[in-house]
């Protein structure tokens, strides 16, 4: 089945040791998103990808950045995690058109837990 | 800024009664208000999206509507596996960035005792 695969399903981290989430997907959606989640919280936009174009959220810190090989995966990287990052780490997929009439639907995978030690 | 407000927080039904969620929205523009299921430590899982108001739509036990403030979840003879957290979310005026990300509510937590 077509779907959003995020891996691994859990991580684990030390204070300050980079860390990089995967993502990849099956549908052939041109956008990719990125939502952190902490516990009992609203999921929260980090950045997407429209393409190749890379769009960051203005509160989103610079300790958080993404990559975007090819249409089918994207990663995110944590450059130095600190206790507050532990959260679950979301990631979704939509076929979006240029312009003001982006109305779909976004599919999400199961989620990263991350944990920081 | 876009503010999406969720109540109760959480829910506690018995099995087969009937009852309704509600999703409160301050958007500029809404584009569209869309309904997940959120099972513990899985991903949203969606429901229904919804684009103008007066529109109403049904899925099993599900039927999702829209006013121009509010969006509503009714659940009717709910069942256990009906037990999860239910988020809403919505997109609003087009920012430019070639698409937009959702903006969430907290989410209720449905619990449906046998």
Redesign the interface.
């Known amino acids: 089945d077509a779907m959003v695969i995020q891996n691994p399903r859990y991580q684990v981290t030390q204070f300050g040791k980079p860390v990089t989430l995967s993502c990849s997907q099956t549908l052939n959606h041109n956008v990719m998103y990125w939502y952190q989640q902490k516990s009992s919280q609203a999921p929260k936009l980090l950045f997407h990808y429209y393409d190749k174009d890379f769009n960051n959220e203005a509160d989103t810190p610079d300790n958080f950045q993404s990559r975007r090989p090819n249409t089918s995966f994207c990663f995110l990287d944590i450059r130095s995690p600190g206790l507050g990052d532990a959260a679950m780490y979301l990631c979704a997929t939509s076929r979006e058109g240029r312009g003001a009439v982006a109305k779909n639907i976004q599919y999400f995978g199961a989620g990263t837990r991350l944990s920081v030690l | 800024e876009d503010q999406?407000t969720q109540s109760p927080e959480a829910l506690r039904l018995q099995e087969g009664e009937s009852s309704s969620l509600n999703c409160s929205y301050t958007v500029s523009g809404l584009?569209?208000l869309?309904w997940?299921r959120q099972d513990p430590?899985?991903?949203?899982?969606?429901l229904f999206?919804l684009?103008s108001a007066g529109e109403e739509k049904e899925k099993e036990r599900l039927k999702a509507t829209l006013t121009k403030k509010e969006s509503f979840l009714h659940i009717t003879a709910p069942k256990p596996e009906d037990s999860a957290t239910y988020?809403c979310a919505t997109?609003g005026v087009?920012s430019g960035?070639?698409?937009?990300?959702?903006t969430?509510?907290?989410?209720t937590h449905l619990i449906i005792q046998p």
């Open positions: 999406v584009r569209g869309f997940y430590g899985k991903g949203p899982e969606f999206t684009y988020l997109k087009y960035g070639g698409a937009d990300g959702l969430f509510g907290k989410g």
